[in-house]
């Protein structure tokens, strides 16, 4: 399993765009990238995944350069509800068809007025 | 669609009562999973059911039971709970090799 590594926690304001990045050196050929999103006293929820160059859907954008060592996700204009903590994995492990995600202690992202 | 449901939301136990965390999932999901997470850390695997008739072991396992009880429903049970198990258990759920798992709303528990 690629390690990944992120910031701790950033700060940011209302109308901001945060840029959080995520460092995976021995990620593999066939790992995708994917980003989960959690806010206070609810599980985590999927937001994007990708593979490489840019992914973008409603909530956010996914920048991966092309030698996939490291992956950033775009948060456009950001406001007081998209304080939560974000992780970022890469790739999983097979066990018996399912999957074996490994969660790190994400970045705790803190919007304010 | 509710999605992964779990029961219950809170529950306060005494060291060594046993207690079964009830899952279930209305999205046709083959596999399915417990995970831990402890103050201020990320998720940690318990047991996971890649599809119905199976399960298999996680990262912290020890000290949990599982049951796949048919394919909507997965129950993690704590046979004698120690204060070591307070945490906050969530039950996932995803396609057969899909990264995109789907999570309930958790269940707080304590261990006195």
């Known amino acids: 399993l690629a390690k990944t590594t992120q910031p701790i926690s950033m700060d940011s304001y209302e109308g901001q765009e945060v840029n959080i990045t995520c460092s995976h050196n021995?990620?593999?050929?066939?790992?995708?990238i994917t980003w989960y999103q959690q806010f206070p006293s609810q599980g985590p929820r999927f937001i994007i995944q990708?593979?490489?160059t840019k992914v973008t859907n409603e909530v956010a954008s996914l920048f991966i350069p092309a030698d996939r060592k490291s992956s950033t996700l775009s948060l456009p204009r950001v406001s007081l509800s998209d304080t939560a903590v974000y992780y970022c994995?890469?790739?999983?492990?097979?066990?018996?068809?399912?999957?074996?995600?490994?969660f790190g202690t994400g970045t705790q992202l803190k919007v304010e007025l | 669609n509710a999605g992964v449901t779990q029961t219950p939301k809170f529950q306060v136990l005494k060291t060594g009562q046993s207690m079964t965390l009830q899952c279930a999932q209305d999205?046709?999901?083959?596999?399915m999973y417990w995970y831990r997470q402890d103050p201020g850390m990320g998720l940690r695997l318990i047991y996971y059911s890649a599809s119905e008739g199976t399960t298999d072991k996680g990262e912290v396992p020890n000290g949990y039971n599982v049951s796949r009880l048919n394919k909507r429903e997965f129950s993690l049970r704590l046979e004698s709970a120690a204060p070591s198990q307070t945490s906050v258990y969530f039950c996932?759920?995803?396609?057969?090799?899909?990264?995109?798992?789907?999570f309930g709303p958790g269940t707080r528990l304590t261990v006195l």
């Open positions: 990708g593979y490489k």
């Open positions: 994995l890469v790739g999983y492990e097979m066990g018996g068809g399912g999957n074996k995600l490994t």
């Open positions: 999205m046709n999901h083959n596999s």
């Open positions: 996932a759920s995803s396609e057969i090799s899909d990264e995109r798992e789907f």
């Open positions: 021995n990620i593999a050929t066939n790992d995708y």
